[in-house]
């Protein structure tokens, strides 16, 4: 590869990283509903003061501001939820189902794609997104199960612990 074409592909990445950047903090402060001013003042501090646009900010400055908002509680829409037609609303009937099979996803720190794979295991469909409401009940019902199990050996793993601490003192 020739040296312009090797800068060339470094500008392009550069530039796609950089509209990356700027669509998740826009995304992000959509999120927050932050005024604009409080916005800009939050662009400020991240700055030290040199401008009060996302787009001049730097890369590390961008990417500071990014890391600030995942701190408030911010969540990037994973790759598994896009790849699995999770970012798009639910219809109603299945919503708050699917809104609980999201928090327990999360707490257990496992991607939309586990879930995608409960569904074509338990019901031979490839996507959650495709069941029927009995269907994703009956999925949901699972993975509660699941969820107790993985937190009963936690707390058997934890009180073994706190017995070996105990007896060591």
Do not use: C
């Amino acid at each position: 590869m020739a040296k312009n074409e090797k800068k060339q592909s470094q500008e392009d990445w550069d530039r796609k990283r950089r509209l990356r950047d700027l669509a998740m903090i826009h995304i992000a402060k959509d999120y927050f509903m932050l005024p604009n001013y409080i916005y800009r003042d939050i662009i400020r501090g991240i700055s030290n003061g040199r401008t009060l646009t996302a787009a001049d900010l730097t890369a590390q400055e961008r990417r500071n501001l990014i890391d600030l908002f995942k701190r408030k509680g911010w969540r990037p829409v994973h790759e598994s939820a896009r790849k699995s037609g999770m970012r798009h609303p639910p219809p109603m009937e299945r919503e708050a189902m699917l809104d609980k099979i999201g928090a327990i996803l999360a707490d257990l720190d496992l991607p939309w794609s586990y879930a995608d794979g409960m569904a074509k295991k338990m019901f031979k469909v490839d996507m959650l997104r495709w069941l029927d409401p009995h269907q994703t009940h009956k999925l949901l019902v699972a993975l509660v199960y699941h969820q107790r199990r993985v937190y009963s050996k936690q707390a058997k793993v934890l009180s073994m612990k706190q017995e070996a601490n105990n007896a060591a003192t």
